[in-house]
């Protein structure tokens, strides 16, 4: 099937630009609003990812950017770590082919990531791979001596009897002189390949490769142990493979495709590709649509690889010039030719030179480093209705954070000299006079944290009640009462792991409460001696909430056995999709501005078979029919949160069907398969339980 060049894709509504005849201006409120993380820039090391940053009013409608904060602007742009590449690994030599003489010995060579898992070779340069055999030199065939002068002499072993299940390997012995003593004779015999055997299972025909002239036909090939068990191709006799594929025979094609030359690779050093044109046409050599030549359309691109390239080569980054408080890393980039030595810079390209200093240790400095100051709490009411009294307050010293208001944390290191009046002079009016100042009661602070303002009424009145003007009050010695406080001065919680290290000083990994969309949240957060702490959700049940990709493929991909019920001893080989893999989740990361799981975030992930696979994801390349076995669970329960309904899939590859069981608001399964197919998640975004 020729794979699509086009797909859809949704931006956010045009502004129209309308004008009148006298503008009218509105004063808008607008806020930063980031999109979804992209994926990594490459499937191994270290790449980059980026997200659309936009500037939003009110209403969710684009502004220009100049109506935001640019000092709080998020990252648009940021680097990103996959698992390391692969690399040719080696097992050891096997024993040399001959027991005496010249012969050859073989090893195991594989392309393979850090954690053993093996690839198919080609995430490899195959330029770099190891030698898998090699010449070995015994020592010549010599004789085994005995008694006096008498000696035994030994050939080699001749090839083994069996090729498994065990045979045996003889060889000659012979005596080298007039007598030999028979108990020193060597042994002429030995048991040789005892490892069980395998035997070939194959499954159906797959369907012609052609509508019409000569294709082929194909079947899935597997090499299966003595128990039943899908095992690796070399332990089966080679000479015995069935034939995976034969040619089939259809009416005689009126039309045919035609390749012209592949061009040149498309680079001079490093991989490229080479492209051909392939085309539909008719005997008498007119174009025809690619329809008119049936599916098997043969390949336009395939890549080529040339010598490494002259290129840019990083030395490590320095220490940070500070150990808190925003200071630089730097290191060198120099220009190196394919053999690794260093050349004048103008061979290289200079707009893709690797920047030489970044950012580092931006968090605030420890708590111990932060200003201490006096808090003065609001005055006490008069100690007196009438005539002299006296008010009082509590004054106490404690740490300041960056923006000036006061933590919980008491400090220390205020100065005496400074500390401000614990009392006052107060009088509401002579206690013979016949008004006085009356107050009311103080409103509720308008902030719950990061100092608001109480308000009261203050008003003259006389004896029998009645309100008077100020003016028969405020008159000496009398003192009006004040009518605004500050009050809840102590600094609000933090609304990120980021503003927990900025303004409590933690380094410290573990549960903090943060204030998320208005609300109390426990996170756990992570890397906090980091410049980017990162927030994760804890979840409670491990072994409900994970991803699969399962591993088996039936033999007979048109069939869906057990009414698609799942049975791990199926007709099936274990080569089924190459992604396949199980994995468990412990904790997931999420954006606290939009409340999105970050899905290919691996960190506090368990991966039991194969490869990781993201939260949420599900695959396998199982059967054609519908009929899917891949699987994921996801459990919020004691969270506070759930799965919103906006939440989405798609679906990939070939007979993909995706179907969801929503058990209640904290869980949610589904399932997912093709031939072969996966769903991945597109938003999968958090809310609040109601």
């Known amino acids: 099937m020729k794979p699509i060049d086009t797909r859809s894709c ?12 006298k ?72 024993p040399c082919s001959v027991s005496c003489g010249s012969g050859t010995q073989r090893r195991d060579v594989a392309c393979m990531y850090s954690d053993n898992q093996e690839t198919s070779g080609n995430e490899c340069n195959i330029n770099d791979k190891p030698a898998e055999e090699k010449t070995c030199h015994l020592s010549h065939c010599v004789a085994t001596r005995t008694h006096g002068s ?28 007039r007598s030999c003593d028979e108990r020193t004779k060597p042994t002429t015999l030995q048991k040789c390949n005892t490892d069980p055997c395998a035997t070939w299972n194959y499954g159906e025909w797959g369907e012609c490769s052609v509508s019409c002239g000569t294709g082929q036909q194909s079947r899935v090939i597997a090499c299966v142990a003595e128990d039943g068990s899908t095992i690796d191709m070399d332990r089966c006799d080679s000479s015995q493979r069935p034939v995976d594929t034969i040619h089939c025979n259809r009416l005689p094609c009126t039309n045919s495709w035609r390749r012209d030359p592949w061009s040149s690779c498309s680079v001079t050093c490093g991989t490229g590709y080479r492209v051909r044109t392939v085309t539909c046409q008719s005997r008498t050599g007119k174009v025809l649509s690619d329809a008119s030549c049936g599916l098997d359309k043969p390949e336009e691109r395939k890549s080529c690889k040339k010598e ?99 933590l919980p944390n008491m400090g220390n290191r205020c100065h005496p000299q400074t500390h401000p009046s614990t009392r006052r002079r107060c009088n509401a009016g002579e206690c013979h006079w016949t008004h006085q100042w009356r107050t009311g009661p103080w409103s509720e602070c308008s902030k719950e944290c990061g100092e608001g303002i109480q308000s009261r009424k203050v008003q003259c009145r006389g004896h029998d009640g009645v309100r008077l003007p100020i003016s028969n009050c405020n008159v000496a010695p009398s003192i009006m009462p004040e009518t605004e406080r500050k009050c809840n001065s102590v600094s609000c919680s933090p609304s990120s792991c980021s503003e927990v290290k900025h303004l409590l000083g933690s380094t410290t990994d573990q549960h903090y409460t943060i204030r998320v969309q208005g609300k109390q949240l426990r996170v756990y957060c992570h890397q906090m001696n980091s410049n980017y702490p990162q927030e994760f959700l804890s979840l409670k049940y491990e072994d409900e909430n994970y991803s699969e990709i399962y591993s088996k493929k039936l033999l007979n991909p048109k069939s869906c056995p057990n009414q698609g019920r799942r049975d791990d001893n199926c007709q099936c080989t274990s080569r089924g999709h190459e992604e396949a893999g199980y994995t468990t989740f412990s904790k997931i990361r999420f954006n606290i501005t939009n409340m999105q799981i970050m899905v290919d975030d691996a960190t506090f992930s368990r991966t039991t078979q194969g490869q990781f696979v993201p939260f ?64 991945i998640p597109v938003t999968m975004t958090l809310e609040y339980v109601s």
């Open 23 to 94: 503008p009218i201006i509105r004063r808008q409120n607008a806020n930063w609003r980031t999109g979804g993380w992209t994926s990594c820039s490459v499937t191994c090391g270290t790449g980059t990812r980026a997200r659309l940053v936009s500037c939003l009013d009110n209403q969710n409608n684009p502004v220009p950017e100049s109506s935001c904060n640019s000092d709080a602007q998020p990252e648009s742009q940021e680097e990103c770590n996959r698992r390391e590449c692969p690399q040719w690994r080696t097992r050891p030599w096997q």
């Open 150 to 177: 008498t000696q035994w002499r030994t050939a080699p072993w001749g090839e083994c009897s069996r090729t498994c299940g065990g045979g045996v390997q003889e060889r000659l012995v012979k005596c080298d002189s």
């Open 616 to 679: 949420g994801t599900a695959g396998d390349c199982y059967s054609e029919r519908q009929c899917p076995q891949g699987q994921f669970s996801m459990n919020f329960d004691g969270t506070g949160l759930q799965l919103a309904n906006s939440s989405s899939w798609n679906t990939q590859g070939h007979f993909a069907s995706l179907t969801l069981d929503l058990d209640s608001g904290s869980i949610k399964r589904g399932k997912c398969g093709g031939f072969c197919g996966k769903c």
């Open 10 to 21: 949704s931006l956010p509504e045009c502004i129209v630009v309308t004008t009148t005849a």
């Open 308 to 406: 490494q390239c002259i290129g840019w080569e990083t030395g490590p980054w320095s220490q940070c010039s500070k150990t808190c408080g925003s200071g630089t890393r730097t290191r060198r980039a120099v220009c190196q030719n394919r053999r690794g030595i260093e050349v004048n810079e103008g061979h290289c390209n200079v707009d893709t030179k690797p920047r030489l200093t970044k950012k580092c240790n931006r968090e605030a400095c420890p708590v111990s480093r932060l200003p201490h100051a006096w808090v003065a709490g609001a005055w006490q009411e008069c100690s007196t209705t009438c005539g002299e009294g006296v008010s009082l307050r509590d004054v106490k010293c404690h740490m300041m954070d960056p923006r000036g208001l006061p």
